[in-house]
């Protein structure tokens, strides 16, 4: 499987300022990534799709005003919390597929805490 | 429609006991993909295993045993002989064959005490 790493592990921000959190794919052409959310004790929920090289496809309710993703190369995304209030400090974790997998592979996650 | 459904929210059993998670699914595609993961208090997903449709054979992975049955849209998860380091939240996943997205369930918390 792919290896993923995403960048901060954790970041505490202040209310009003904008975050950037990085997934890169380290040994893994990623046509696809994915960003969830995920609050305490529950499931993942599906942000956006993005594909290299194409806007993301945001899913039903996530402003993508709000919710930037850049999707630039094969290795790296970006999502970037713009104007983070404290209903945006949650779990966001990365995911990515190659072309025609079947499989997602996971990031290990950033925990987001707006004050 | 899509969904996933994992009716146990939390388990708890002691080391060395047997201990199976249950995944009912719904869909209307012919072809699909069922997926288990596991969430460590880390938080980082681990792809444990990826069955498709098509395929009934149920699989082994040492202490780790999944049996797909399609007649009741179930792909339930065993842990044999449970250990310490198995307690996490397990998740399990559906996708269409043609439609890169994932339905998960809501999730069951494992804990093994020793």
């Known amino acids: 499987g792919a290896v993923v790493s995403q960048h901060p592990s954790r970041v505490i921000c202040k209310s009003g300022t904008s975050v950037k959190i990085e997934c890169r794919s380290l040994d893994f052409q990623a046509t696809t990534m994915f960003w969830y959310r995920q609050f305490p004790k529950q499931s993942l929920m599906l942000m956006a799709t993005s594909n290299e090289g194409s806007k993301a496809t945001y899913e039903q309710g996530v402003e993508k005003d709000k919710f930037l993703i850049n999707h630039a190369s094969l290795t790296l995304s970006t999502l970037t919390v713009t104007s983070a209030h404290p209903e945006d400090s949650s779990f966001y974790i990365c995911?990515?597929?190659?072309?025609?997998?079947?499989?997602?592979?996971f990031g290990p996650g950033t925990r987001l805490t707006v004050l | 429609a899509q969904k996933v459904t994992q009716a146990q929210t939390e388990i708890s059993v002691v080391e060395k006991e047997d201990v199976t998670l249950d995944c009912v699914y719904e869909?209307?595609?012919?072809?699909?993909?069922l997926f288990w993961y596991k969430q460590p208090p880390s938080g980082e997903l681990v792809f444990l295993i990826r069955?498709?449709?098509?395929?009934?054979q149920n699989e082994i992975s040492g202490r780790y045993s999944w049996n797909f049955q399609k007649s009741t849209s179930s792909f339930n998860f065993t842990i044999t002989a449970s250990q310490v380091v198995d307690s996490a939240v397990y998740f399990c996943?559906?996708?269409?064959?043609?439609?890169?997205?994932?339905?998960f369930g809501s999730g069951t918390k494992l804990n093994v005490k020793p």
């Open positions: 996943a559906l996708r269409p064959y043609n439609f890169n997205k994932f339905y």
């Open positions: 869909t209307r595609d012919t072809t699909y993909y």
């Open positions: 069955r498709n449709s098509f395929d009934e």
């Open positions: 995911s990515v597929s190659g072309q025609g997998e079947d499989t997602q592979y």
